[in-house]
Every structure is written in C-alpha cells, then in structure tokens.
C-alpha cells in the first residue's frame, strides 16, 4: 500500500532559520503531491502542490519545495522562517494509478518557531 | 462563501456510548470526504461520497461506524458503540469534483474523545 513518511515529528526553530522538513512516499508511478498546513485553531489549507513540470515548486508565504523523483522524495523548504510559521504541516500525496484516487498523507510535523 | 463547517468541534462521551458527527459542505461540492487522525499518527482516508452515494470506504475501520449522506448535502458520521480508540480528530473535506484533489476544502475538525 502506498504510505508517507514525514521525518521529524517535531521541530523547534528560532525565527530567521532556515526549515526543511522531510516527506518520502511510497508509490513507483506517477504521483501528485501536496504540503497542507493547519495553522493553531484554524483548518488544513493547502500550502502548495507539484502535478508536473519543474520540480521546484514555489508555494504561498516563502514555502518551497523540491520534487526529487529518483528519491521518492518531496521536502518542504523555507530559508528563513517566522514566528508566524508555526503550525503542524502535512505531506500528502495522490497515486495517478487510473480509476479512482483518494490523498494520503503522511503523519504530521509539528514546528514551532520561538522569536 | 461559506467553507466546509464541521458540528460539533469536540465531543467527550464515555466507551459504549454513540457519537454522531455532522459535516456540512461547501453548497454544490458533490464530493465529501473524512478523514480520522488519532493522536500523533496520520490523517487516515475514511471514505468518499458522490453526492449521495459511497464512492469509497474502504477506510472504515469496522462497522461500528455508519456514515451517511442523504439527499447529498450534508453527511454524518455515526460510532456506535464508542471504544477508546475511537478518540482522534474527524476531518470532512469537500471538492466540486474528484480529479481536481487540490481544491480540496477542509472542515477545522471534531474532536472527540472517548473516555
């Protein structure tokens, strides 16, 4: 079965550091991918999102990330993050396998950034 | 506009007792998901409705849970009974369509534990 592998459950930053946090998939084939964020008290929104094309995808609020297709990976990077920025961000992931497709997500790492 | 709205945002119920969770979504989205996160872990896929009927629920954990959607607007989500492992946070998300995953709109969660 296809899953998603965040990395870092945690992680505790100064405000001004630079962010990369980590997401592999399991899946052979095609893929879409996702980073989602939920902000304190509000709901998941999406942050950005990669179908094709160039794999270095530029999202809202600074957020990039780059689609490395020989590793199956798919990290999220900020060069330098905010107070803001704290919330737990998701990496989830579509397998373009014909038919039916639903988003698995990976299990969530948590930031939180001090100022 | 309205967002996908989520009723009630937490609920604490005893093991053995039902819970019905209520997910209202965006008006003329004719697909509705949820998703289930137990602490910790990742946001799992439950099931997927067209409109009113169950494209997907596979992700049903057992059948003590019956989700519904009459009339394909609003759905709910029954537990009964509820066992422990029941408690986590119950997302509903809902899109216009299915091959466009990226417009999905997410509810800010219920709550629930089951003590």
């Known amino acids: 079965a296809q899953s998603v592998s965040q990395h870092n459950h945690h992680v505790i930053l100064s405000e001004a550091a630079s962010l990369e946090l980590g997401c592999n998939y399991s899946?052979?084939?095609?893929?879409?991918l996702f980073w989602y964020v939920q902000y304190p008290g509000q709901h998941l929104q999406l942050l950005l999102k990669?179908?094709?094309?160039?794999?270095l995808v530029k999202g809202i609020k600074g957020f990039e990330a780059e689609f490395i297709k020989s590793k199956f990976s798919f990290n999220l990077r900020k060069p330098s993050v905010q107070w803001s920025d704290t919330a737990e961000y998701f990496c989830?992931?579509?397998?373009?396998?014909?038919?039916?497709?639903?988003?698995?997500f990976g299990a969530g790492t948590r930031l939180a950034v001090h100022p | 506009e309205a967002g996908v709205t989520q009723f009630p945002s937490h609920s604490v119920i005893e093991k053995g007792q039902t819970v019905t969770l209520r997910c209202d979504p965006i008006s003329g989205h004719d697909n509705l998901y949820w998703y289930r996160r137990v602490m910790g872990k990742e946001i799992k896929f439950l099931l997927h409705f067209v409109k009113e009927s169950k494209q997907d629920e596979s992700g049903m954990p057992n059948n003590r849970f019956l989700a519904e959607r009459t009339g394909g607007t609003y759905s709910t989500l029954k537990v009964q009974p509820a066992e422990l492992e029941d408690s986590g946070v119950y997302f509903c998300?809902?899109?216009?369509?299915?091959?466009?995953?990226?417009?999905?709109?997410f509810g800010s969660g219920t709550q629930l534990s089951v003590l």
């Open positions: 998300a809902s899109s216009a369509r299915q091959e466009t995953n990226e417009k999905l709109f």
């Open positions: 899946y052979g084939g095609t893929v879409n």
């Open positions: 989830a992931v579509i397998t373009l396998s014909g038919g039916y497709n639903k988003l698995i």
């Open positions: 990669y179908f094709s094309g160039d794999p």
